[in-house]
C-alpha cells in the first residue's frame, strides 16, 4: 500500500460521483458542496433523523447478532426496509438507466452528504456522542462496503489512494499453501479464487498478533476481505481525527441561534431512549433490598450487595450507584441516610459526613458546580476501568470472570440455556445483549430493544413488577413534540414560550 500516495496526508482523498454511477460509499472529507443549503434547516433536520434511525437500527441489531453472523445482512436489510430506509444502504445505481431513478439517487446522495455532516457536528460536543457517532458510522460504512461491487470498491480506493499491492500469478502459486496454512478457517478453493494482495505486516498488526495471516519477509498475504477490514480502519481513524479536531472549534457553528438547539436536539435523539428518570423520593432506603433482587440490573444488585455485605464502596463504584439510586428517585437525604448508615458501620459516621456525604451532595447538584448529574448509561460503564482489589463496579458481563457469572446468574434463576446464549455473547463483547437476555429470561417478557441503561432495565422491571410491561413508542412521542416544538421556533421566532421549551429538551444533552 503506498502511503505516500496519500491526499494532505490524511490517507483519504476526495469521493467522485459521476453521470454513470453513483454510490454512497464516502469518506466525507469535504462539506462544501452542501453548505449553501444550510440555511435550510428542516430538511437538514429530515436527512439527520433518518440517518440517526440507521445507526440506531445497525446498533440495535449489532448487540444482538454478530456482524459475522450469515443472517445479519438480511436481519439489517429487513429492518431498514420495515423504516423505509432501504435506499440509504443501496449502494451503486446506474443512474443512466431510469431518469426517476436517478434523480431519487442523488436526492439519498445528497441527504446522505448533509446527515453525516450534520451529526458530525451534532456528536462531536461530548467523549460518549464522539464514541457512540464514530461506531455506528464506521459500522454503516463498512455494512455498505461490503454490500459494494468489487468493481466499485476497487474504484473507491483507487479515488482515496487506498491500494495494495496485487501477488501475481506465478508468486501467488508459489505461497498458496502457506496462505492456506496460515487460515484454516477459509478454503482453499476460496483463496484460490480469490484475487490476492500484499501489505506491511505493520498494517494488519492484529491479524499478526493473532497468527491469521501469512507472513514473508515482512509482508502480509491477504485476501480481499482483509482489504476491506484496512479501508474500514482507515474510514474509523479519518473519521475519529476529524470529530475531535471539530469538537475544538463547533462553538464557532454552534453560536447559530437556530442551529445551536437542533443540534443538540439531534444529539438528544440518541441519548433519550437510554433515560427514564423517576421524581424524587419515588423509593426509600427500606426498598432496596428487594428492589435490588427484582428489579436492579446485575451491575447494580452487585454493588448493592457489595455495600451491604462490606459496607463500604469505592469512588467509582460508589458514583455510579449514587447516580442509578438518584434516576430511580432515591432522595438526597435518603442517599445520605442509606450510604451514611452503611459506611457507619466500619469507618464511623464522623469520617462519613467529612469524606464521604459531599461527593453524594455534588452528585445530585447540591456542591460544586451544581450540574444535574444523570445516571451513566451501558457504554459508560462498560468502559470504566476494570475494578482491582476491593473496587466493586463495571458490568458484570465485562467484568467478572465466567464461572463467577454463571453462579451469579444461576442464583437469578436464569435457566442453564440462557446461560449459554449469555456466555456467547460475552465472548463476543456482546455485553448489553447478554443483560438483555437475563432481563428476558427472569421477567417472561420479550423486549423489543436493548438494555442500553441500567435505569432503563430497572423502569422494564417495575413495569413487569407493576403488570403494565407493555412498552409504549417513546420514540414518535419525542419525536412530534421535538418537531412540533421546532416548527413553532421557525413559524415564531420571537415566541420565547418556544425557545425555553426546545432550550429544555436541549439541556438534557449538556452533563
Ligand atoms: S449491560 Fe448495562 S445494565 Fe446490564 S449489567 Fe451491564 S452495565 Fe448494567
Known sequence: MDFSKKKNGSGVARNRSNMERITLLDMYEDSRDILPDFCDIEYFYDAAYKRLQILQCIEELSSRISRKDNEYQDKLLASLTSKSLRHWVD?????????????????????????????RLAYCQSEELRRWFLQWETELFRFRLERESTEMVQAFQEDWNLTFDA???????????????????TSVA????????????????????KRRVY?????????????????????????????????????????????????????????????????????????LDQLSKDAFPLCMSM????????HHLKHTGRLAYT??????????????????????????????????????????????????????????????????????????YKVLDPDALKVRLRSYNVTAGVINDVMSDVKNSNYQAACTKVFECRSRVVLNTTIVHPNQYYEESVKVL??????????????????????????????????????????????
Open 91 to 119: 449502494i451503486t445505481v446506474e443512474v443512466e438507466k431510469a431518469q426517476k431513478r436517478a434523480d431519487d439517487r442523488r436526492e439519498t446522495k445528497r441527504m446522505d452528504l448533509i446527515s453525516h455532516f450534520t451529526l
Open 190 to 209: 476460496v483463496i484460490a479464487s480469490s484475487c490476492l494482495h500484499k501489505v506491511h505486516f505493520s498494517m494488519v498488526p492484529d491479524m499478526v498478533a
Open 323 to 396: 447516580l442509578f439510586l438518584k434516576g430511580i428517585g432515591l432522595s438526597m437525604d435518603d442517599s445520605l441516610k442509606f450510604f451514611g448508615q452503611e459506611f457507619a458501620k466500619s469507618i464511623g459516621p464522623d469520617k462519613f459526613n467529612k469524606e464521604y456525604a459531599y461527593a453524594i451532595r455534588h452528585s445530585y447538584g447540591k456542591e460544586g458546580k451544581r450540574a444535574d448529574y444523570r445516571p451513566y448509561n451501558c457504554m459508560k460503564i462498560v468502559n470504566l476501568h476494570n475494578p482491582s482489589g476491593v473496587e466493586c463496579h463495571g458490568c458484570p
Open 466 to 511: 407493576q403488570g403494565t410491561s407493555q412498552l409504549q413508542s417513546q420514540d414518535n412521542k419525542i419525536e412530534k413534540t421535538v418537531v412540533k416544538t421546532y416548527k413553532k421556533v421557525k413559524k415564531e421566532p420571537e415566541n420565547q414560550e418556544a425557545h425555553e421549551e426546545i432550550e429544555q429538551e436541549a439541556r438534557h444533552v449538556d452533563d
Open 167 to 185: 501477488v501475481s500469478d506465478d508468486e501467488k502459486l508459489r505461497v498458496m499453501a502457506s496462505v492456506a496454512a496460515a487460515r484454516p478457517q
Open 215 to 287: 507472513v514473508n519477509k515482512g509482508m502480509a498475504y491477504l485476501l480481499p476481505e482483509d482489504t476491506r477490514s484496512i479501508v474500514v480502519a482507515e474510514f474509523r481513524s479519518y473519521l475519529s481525527r476529524v470529530l475531535t479536531k471539530l469538537s475544538t472549534c463547533s462553538s464557532i457553528y454552534l453560536k447559530d441561534d437556530q442551529v445551536a438547539p437542533l443540534m443538540k436536539l439531534l444529539a438528544r435523539r440518541q441519548i433519550q431512549a437510554e433515560r427514564t428518570f423517576r421524581e424524587e423520593g419515588s423509593v426509600s432506603p427500606a426498598d
Open 303 to 310: 454493588m448493592h450487595d457489595n455495600l451491604r455485605g462490606k
